[in-house]
């Protein structure tokens, strides 16, 4: 069973810097692009950035341009966000994620079906 794990979440202060990173466990796999999703309570996870294999195309949600920069390493398969200029608002569960199919639009968290479990970021005032 293939295994996203996400690592690097913690505390900060708010401007401060943190960087994720996701890796796969287990039975190696394919797929078309990874992305990251953050989810606070009480809200929906929404979108942060997304990056495709193929030529490293890059996707931002508006809340995080310009601060957040996603990375890829193909050789290790693995992928990163970079977090700048955190602020409070960032807090939440970020989880890691794979798109294995091209339906659906790369910012919505129903064309990824493959995740990881999440790792704290939280950034304090």
């Known amino acids: 069973q293939v295994q996203l794990v996400e690592s690097g979440g913690g505390l900060v202060q708010a401007g401060g810097s943190l960087r994720l990173s996701c890796a796969a466990s287990?039975?190696?796999?394919?797929?078309?692009?990874m992305g990251w999703f953050r989810q606070a309570p009480g809200k929906e996870r929404e979108f942060v950035a997304a990056?495709?294999?193929?030529?490293?195309?890059?996707y931002y949600a508006d809340s995080v341009k310009g601060r957040f920069t996603i990375s890829r390493d193909n050789a290790q398969n693995t992928v990163s966000l970079e977090m700048n200029s955190l602020k409070p608002e960032d807090t939440a569960v970020y989880y890691c994620?794979?798109?294995?199919?091209?339906?659906?639009?790369?910012?919505?968290?129903?064309?990824?079906?493959?995740w990881g479990q999440g790792t704290q970021v939280t950034v304090s005032s």
């Open positions: 994620a794979a798109r294995r199919s091209l339906a659906g639009r790369i910012t919505s968290r129903y064309a990824y079906d493959l």
């Open positions: 990056i495709t294999w193929s030529n490293g195309n890059t």
């Open positions: 287990g039975r190696t796999f394919s797929s078309y692009a």
